[in-house]
């Protein structure tokens, strides 16, 4: 695609200068970037999903797959349509501004104007209706979560916000700053599709291991899977039983060690425990052909060896965040199969063990697709990052994509620094073949929870994990419903179930986990009875305000062992120190 050729620096504004603004725009916003930034809108962008290349391919129609609609409702809808429509009009000849309670729509240029506000109301009307015939639409429950998933992508991605030609308050922007902020704003676009993404913060505002992914430690182990940090202690004292964490290698790890005010990893250091933790590597070529077992045995128990080996202790504390968390807990269930259990406790941050319902991202889940990844990378290749990264925007296009859309493109702002955006944007790459094991016997078959799954010979059973485990969800978590991770409060530490913690906090997938105290933000829920379901957990919970992480630091402190002297050096004889933290693995980019 050629760029546009654009004069930096419009400080007069008149007819001429806008005119050819304008021109460069439309140039610049051309189709195939349109595509690219709407390619979301398309369920079928993770695993293939297209309603329209099904259907050239001869696949069943709507009534085959018990799609129907009733008539009656169908003409009661579109009753109500016609009259609300009406009312439109009469309401814009009449120069009488219609009422609009949408943030989108908020700035005062859309609502004095008639003509503008009618276009936003027009299309939240329009909007309404097809969301009101998807609720109408008698159908099988996955489908028409996939109906209806996809039609709002479609609504979201058509909102007048999101152009230049019926957006107000950005052209008024044009208007107030002569010109600057589309010159601005075309600049930023160009810069995004030389990325392939659309820019969510400012990245020049940060450097991996100076300004994130900071806490002090050493790399002291590594393989082609993953180099294992050992941090440097901040008390005089440390608990015996070291923590081991397990991030997930879908994104990087410093989303645990973003600044060392949000640091889960400095806080675990600063409440005197000795911690390591594994950064995976941003799969490339020469993994291509890694499997779901390289990373259990290879990566997950290594690991643990590892520090075993480095601390002296038999038994240590571990850590599994989202899939990190199902890999582990996949290694402890191997170890356990060989009479071996290494642990002392386990905590899990958002993690699927069951998935039996995987929320919105079943929308992307069924055999076709599964099988189209299977031909294409099962047998080796990459699974790209930035698939990943459109595939989690997908499910709020609103708050990760059309409004850095308007704000970046058509008004010329200058997205401000944000660390988690910052790593949302560092993507990585997985290997073809683990991807696909983990979709198909996770996701599909959800062969995990009921013990039909094998790695390295052994019979993956997690109800023989004989540990307390402090189990942690969100609950506004899109990712991982938070009834979801409850489940896995009885498929832990069977024999004592009473010694499993189950904590609930606010917020999402992310914001959720990242909760230091010091900021008193948020509020969490306990109730260390166990329930028969997540509900009833929850009415008997109780709530409180600010940070879980208090809660985990009791939990992890009565199973750490005693205090000793902090060691004076990272490592040991066996595992020298091979490169401070955070290590090389973490600052390869996928891009």
Same mark, same amino acid.
């Given at each position: 695609m050629n760029s546009p050729n654009i004069t930096p620096n419009f400080s007069v504004f008149d007819p001429a200068a806008l005119s050819q603004l304008s021109q460069q725009f439309s140039q610049a916003f051309n189709p195939q970037f349109l595509q690219q930034l709407s390619h979301i809108a398309d369920p079928g962008m993770f695993l293939g999903f297209n309603p329209s290349a099904q259907n050239q391919s001869g696949a069943a129609g709507f009534g085959e797959l018990g799609i129907s609609l009733d008539p009656a409702v169908l003409e009661k809808l579109q009753a109500e349509y016609t009259q609300q429509l009406s009312a439109l009009w009469k309401d814009m000849l009449a120069a009488r501004i219609p009422a609009?309670? *949408?943030?989108?729509?908020?700035?005062?240029?859309?609502?004095?104007?008639?003509?503008?506000?009618?276009?936003?109301?027009?299309?939240?009307?329009?909007?309404?209706?097809?969301?009101?015939?998807?609720?109408?639409?008698e159908a099988?429950?996955?489908?028409?979560?996939?109906?209806?998933?996809?039609?709002?992508?479609?609504?979201?991605?058509?909102?007048?916000?999101?152009?230049?030609?019926?957006?107000?308050?950005?052209?008024?922007?044009?208007?107030?700053?002569? #010109?600057?902020?589309?010159?601005?704003?075309?600049?930023?676009?160009?810069?995004?599709?030389h990325k392939g993404r659309v820019s969510q913060t400012d990245e020049s505002a940060f450097e991996v291991g100076k300004d994130v992914a900071t806490t002090e430690g050493a790399v002291v182990f590594e393989n082609e899977l993953f180099q294992l940090i050992q941090y440097t202690p901040l008390t005089a004292k440390v608990y015996q039983r070291p923590l081991l964490i397990v991030p997930p290698c879908i994104n990087k790890f410093y989303?645990?060690?973003?600044?060392?005010?949000?640091?889960?990893?400095?806080?675990?250091?600063?409440?005197?425990?000795?911690?390591?933790?594994?950064?995976?590597?941003?799969?490339?070529?020469?993994?291509?052909q890694a499997t779901w077992d390289q990373y259990v045995v290879d990566g997950a128990i290594r690991a643990i060896q590892a520090?075993?080996?480095?601390?002296?202790?038999?038994?240590?504390?571990?850590?599994?965040?989202?899939?990190?968390?199902?890999?582990?807990?996949?290694?402890?269930?191997?170890?356990?199969?060989?009479?071996?259990?290494?642990?002392?406790?386990?905590?899990l941050l958002t993690a699927f063990l069951d998935f039996s319902d995987t929320g919105i991202l079943d929308v992307y889940i069924d055999d076709m697709q599964i099988r189209m990844r299977e031909q294409a990378i099962g047998q080796g290749g990459l699974m790209p990052g930035r698939e990943f990264g459109s595939a989690f925007s997908s499910l709020r296009p609103n708050d990760l994509l059309w409004n850095y859309v308007e704000s970046n493109y058509l008004k010329g702002e200058q997205p401000t620094p944000f660390d988690l955006l910052y790593w949302n944007a560092d993507s990585t790459n997985l290997p073809g073949p683990m991807f696909c094991?983990?979709?198909?016997?996770?996701?599909?078959?959800?062969?995990?929870?009921?013990?039909?799954?094998?790695?390295?010979?052994?019979?993956? *059973?997690?109800?023989?994990?004989?540990?307390?485990?402090?189990?942690?969800?969100?609950?506004? *978590?899109?990712?991982?419903?938070?009834?979801?991770?409850?489940?896995?409060?009885?498929?832990?530490? &069977?024999?004592?179930?009473?010694?499993?913690?189950?904590?609930?906090?606010?917020?999402?997938?992310?914001?959720?986990?990242?909760?230091?105290?010091?900021?008193?933000?948020?509020?969490?829920?306990?109730?260390?009875?166990?329930?028969? *379901?997540?509900?009833?957990?929850?009415?008997?919970?109780?709530?409180?305000?600010?940070?879980?992480?208090?809660?985990?630091?009791?939990?992890?402190?009565?199973?750490?062992?005693?205090?000793?002297?902090?060691?004076?050096?990272?490592?040991?004889?066996?595992? #020298?120190?091979?490169?401070?933290? &955070?290590?090389?693995?973490?600052?390869?980019?996928a891009e």
């Open positions: 609009i309670a *949408d943030r989108r729509f908020s700035a005062a240029a859309w609502h004095g104007n008639p003509v503008y506000a009618f276009n936003a109301a027009a299309y939240l009307l329009n909007a309404h209706f097809l969301t009101a015939m998807v609720e109408a639409l099988p429950p996955k489908i028409k979560r996939k109906i209806g998933f996809t039609v709002q992508q479609m609504i979201d991605a058509m909102a007048p916000s999101n152009f230049l030609a019926t957006n107000p308050a950005a052209q008024q922007k044009i208007v107030e700053t002569n #010109g600057e902020s589309l010159t601005k704003g075309i600049a930023q676009m160009i810069a995004d599709m989303i645990l060690d973003l600044q060392p005010q949000n640091s889960l990893v400095r806080y675990a250091v600063e409440q005197g425990h000795s911690v390591f933790l594994v950064s995976w590597r941003n799969a490339d070529e020469s993994l291509a520090v075993q080996d480095i601390s002296g202790q038999d038994k240590i504390n571990t850590l599994g965040f989202c899939v990190g968390g199902t890999i582990l807990s996949t290694a402890l269930a191997k170890l356990a199969a060989e009479k071996n259990n290494p642990i002392a406790s386990l905590t094991y983990y979709l198909r016997h996770m996701y599909l078959d959800n062969s995990l929870k009921d013990a039909r799954l094998t790695v390295g010979g052994q019979k993956i *059973d997690l109800g023989k994990i004989d540990a307390p485990a402090f189990i942690y969800a969100s609950r506004e *978590d899109h990712i991982v419903p938070w009834a979801s991770a409850y489940a896995s409060v009885s498929l832990l530490n &069977p024999k004592k179930p009473k010694q499993n913690r189950f904590v609930l906090g606010a917020s999402g997938h992310i914001a959720g986990v990242i909760n230091p105290p010091a900021k008193k933000k948020r509020s969490y829920w306990t109730n260390k009875a166990v329930a028969a *379901d997540a509900d009833t957990w929850l009415a008997a919970a109780v709530e409180h305000p600010g940070s879980w992480w208090t809660e985990w630091a009791e939990f992890l402190s009565e199973h750490a062992g005693k205090q000793v002297a902090a060691p004076r050096k990272l490592g040991n004889t066996k595992y #020298g120190i091979i490169e401070p933290a &955070p290590g090389r693995y973490v600052k390869v980019r």
